[in-house]
């Protein structure tokens, strides 16, 4: 009966102190809103005045009309030229144009789409030349624009009316001086006053609120206006809100009077019964509790009775007021509120007789010593400091309590002195380790980082020595990238400048009047002969490049590659035979169907056929074999070079490269790196094997592939 008494006593305690409580988190959270009347308040202006009456400018009294939207834009220079190269420059706009309009063979477009083209490459030219031609397009863009505004906001002014009928309003625009009336209000409207010695009206002419109207924001930016003046809301719109508001500042009094109350009767119920509950028995079984166990209890619930004071605030003040849920977490709370005060009066009374040696630390720590005796060198990296923080925090505390330096010798002996030769070796592998990644970030890369142990700084070592090697590399790999850069410029400049040379010296040579018919046939034949292959140089180029980049639409269809293998072979037939090649064909019976480009795909064929047919030894077979294996058509080529080709395969792929480096031979050396790169926008491999002179190209093409 004692007990059950003492225990009514702590739970009325903790109810006072839940009431205490609630009353100032209630303060905290919602007071400086309910000291306020309900049109002064964040909740009106969030839902009724930011909805209803700072979008009256735009949808309303003064919304912008078409003819004031059309004056406020300027076209800049910078607008001009962001339209010129919208799609890209000149050319690449003109190449764009004429790729639409291709055939797939080469056929000539009927004279109805090359007018067509004609005139849109016209079209872009005149927007390259001429600024007013520019500006025009601007602003007629500039002007469907505005008609997408103003049909939004149509739209909006339109349910804003059904949403809201019936607001009166008295606005000055302290600008322009402009006055906008709207009357027909009466008694029971809730009135709003701006200007004077209230703050204005401040809003803006441009309605963010309409999606359509995100160009023109984004454009104009914000077009503002401020007015003085009232706005009249019918309390109809407000009514609900408005009682639910009173009768949340009737409940945050109520309940603020009933904390005053809580605070002064929690005060004299202490003092009467201090005494009697101190000398409770619940007091008795929370001293024999750990300290720290009754430390972390405080905390811990304390954190608990924190979140749910609030929820049990905002309960006390929402529109559906104290509701079932918020009165079980009050109840809740008592409880909880009940153990903290005793947990915390318990503590604080007994804090004078906590010691390190009988505490739950203590033997933590003892337990984290053994575990760590029995443990690998990656875990004891760990432990090992947890030991020293703990021989630390001893050594400090020896010097406050006596008995604890005979547990600290031993323990420095023991295990302290071997703790830190542990961790001075560790930081002097680490220094190590650190100085050898300076030299590397420096370049000397040549030594690498020492590995010693199965440590984390041993393991991390060995991650160190991997980016090592990838430096070097990357070193290797640049110097590559630098000699193939310098060999590029300088075949460019060898295979472009051939056949200009000849094209000048031929055409000053046909200057001379002296010449006789048959001459001057022989010099245009020549001057034919070079064009086209500067022609093809500067075309095979222009693809390679754009293939490489990703720049190029492939028009995939079924397409049987036996079909049309057996054609480029039949093409470059009479190539082959004029080098006295054997060439030995191996196809499969069945067709090889895939859905590729053909004409891309027919390429790569033709550009392998060519290189055989131009760098095969003459007189030696070739081999021709195209199979499916497991899902993929697989196309090989296989011959015998007639010159020494080396052993890196990768170079032979680069642009102009070319197996006759005396580049005696005709050929742009951009086949392989064309072939490469039509094969690979088809998500295809093409692979290159090189055993002494034997050359070979094998070609995979998923049959998937769309």
């Known amino acids: 009966m004692k007990k059950e008494r003492h225990l009514g006593k702590w739970l009325t305690l903790a109810l006072l102190l839940t009431l205490i409580l609630a009353t100032i988190f209630s303060w905290a959270g919602q007071g400086r809103e309910l000291l306020k009347e309900f049109q002064e308040t964040d909740e009106f202006y969030h839902t009724f005045e930011s909805e209803i009456v700072t979008r009256l400018p735009a949808l309303v009294t003064e919304p912008l009309t078409k003819e004031e939207l059309l004056e406020s834009y300027t076209v800049t220079n910078a607008d001009i030229e962001e339209y010129r190269f919208r799609y890209g420059n000149l050319s690449t706009q003109i190449e764009n144009i004429n790729s639409q309009y291709e055939t797939e063979r080469g056929e000539e477009l009927s004279e109805e789409l090359a007018k067509e083209r004609d005139e849109k490459i016209a079209d872009i030219r005149r927007n390259f030349k ?39 309003y008295s606005l000055t625009n302290t600008g322009s001086n402009e006055t906008f009336d709207m009357e027909g209000f009466s008694s029971n409207f809730l009135q709003l006053t701006y200007g004077g010695g209230a703050e204005g009206l401040y809003a803006d002419r441009i309605d963010y609120y309409t999606q359509d109207s995100d160009p023109i924001s984004a454009e104009l930016g914000s077009i503002p206006v401020n007015y003085s003046g009232t706005v009249f809301l019918p309390e109809s719109y407000v009514s609900s809100q408005l009682e639910d508001f009173k009768q949340r500042k009737i409940i945050f009094w109520v309940l603020t009077i009933f904390g005053i109350i809580a605070a002064f009767a929690s005060v004299v119920l202490w003092k009467k019964w201090k005494q009697e509950l101190l000398a409770s028995t619940f ?81 933590l720590v003892q337990n984290m010593k053994g575990l760590f005796l029995n443990r690998s060198l990656a875990v004891q990296m760990i432990l090992v400091l947890v030991v020293v923080f703990f021989w630390g925090l001893g050594t400090a505390l020896s010097g406050v309590i006596g008995g604890l330096v005979f547990i600290w010798i031993p323990a420095t002996l023991f295990i302290g002195i071997p703790a830190l030769y542990f961790v001075f070796s560790r930081i002097a592998y680490l220094n190590r380790t650190m100085a050898r990644t300076e030299l590397v970030a420096e370049g000397f890369v040549s030594e690498p980082f020492q ?176 199979q499916e294996s497991f899902g993929e058509a697989v196309l090989t080529f296989k011959n015998v070079s007639q010159y020494e080709l080396g052993d890196d395969t990768a170079e032979l792929t680069e642009r102009f490269k070319r197996g006759d480096q005396s580049r005696h031979t005709e050929g742009s050396g951009l086949g392989l790196a064309i072939a490469q790169s039509i094969v690979a926008l088809h998500e295809g491999q093409f692979e290159l094997d090189l055993d002494g002179d034997l050359f070979k190209v094998t070609i995979r093409i998923p049959k998937g592939t769309v």
Do not use: C
Not at 144 to 165: C, M, W
Not at 296 to 317: H, I, T
């Open 130 to 168: 001429e600024d007013s031609y520019v500006e025009a397009k601007l602003r007629a863009e500039w002007e469907t624009k505005v008609d997408n505004y103003l049909q939004g906001l149509a739209r909006e002014r339109k349910i804003y009316s059904a949403n809201y009928p019936g607001i009166g």
């Open 283 to 363: 007091m008795d079984e929370f001293a024999k509790l750990p300290h720290e166990l009754r430390a972390a209890m405080v905390g811990s619930l304390g954190f608990f009775s924190y979140v749910m004071l609030w929820q049990v605030s905002r309960g006390l003040n929402t529109y559906y007021g104290f509701d079932d849920f918020t009165f079980f977490l009050f109840l809740v709370l008592i409880a909880i509120n009940a153990i903290i005060l005793q947990s915390f009066i318990s503590l604080v009374l007994t804090m004078d007789d906590f010691t390190y040696k009988n505490s739950i630390l203590n033997r």
């Open 451 to 626: 590995e010693k142990g199965r440590s984390r700084l041993a393991a991390h070592a060995r991650k160190l020595n991997e980016i090592r090697q990838q430096l070097i590399y990357s070193h290797s790999s640049q110097v590559k990238s630098e000699r193939l850069k310098s060999e590029l410029i300088t075949n460019v400049s060898h295979d472009l400048r051939t056949p200009l040379t000849s094209i000048i010296t031929y055409t000053d040579l046909l200057k001379n009047p002296n010449l006789t018919l048959e001459e001057r046939a022989q010099y245009v034949d020549v001057l034919e002969r070079k064009s086209a292959r500067l022609k093809t140089l500067i075309e095979d180029l222009f693809d390679v490049s754009k293939m490489a980049s990703g720049n190029i639409e492939l028009q995939k269809t079924q397409v049987d590659l036996a079909s049309l293998l057996q054609q480029s072979i039949a093409e470059q037939q009479e190539a082959l035979d004029k080098q006295n090649l054997d060439l030995r064909v191996s196809i499969a019976s069945q067709p090889i169907m895939v859905q590729v480009d053909g004409q891309k795909m027919w390429r790569v064929m033709d550009n392998l056929l060519l290189n055989i047919s131009k760098y095969s030894m003459p007189g030696t077979r070739v081999y021709v074999a195209l």
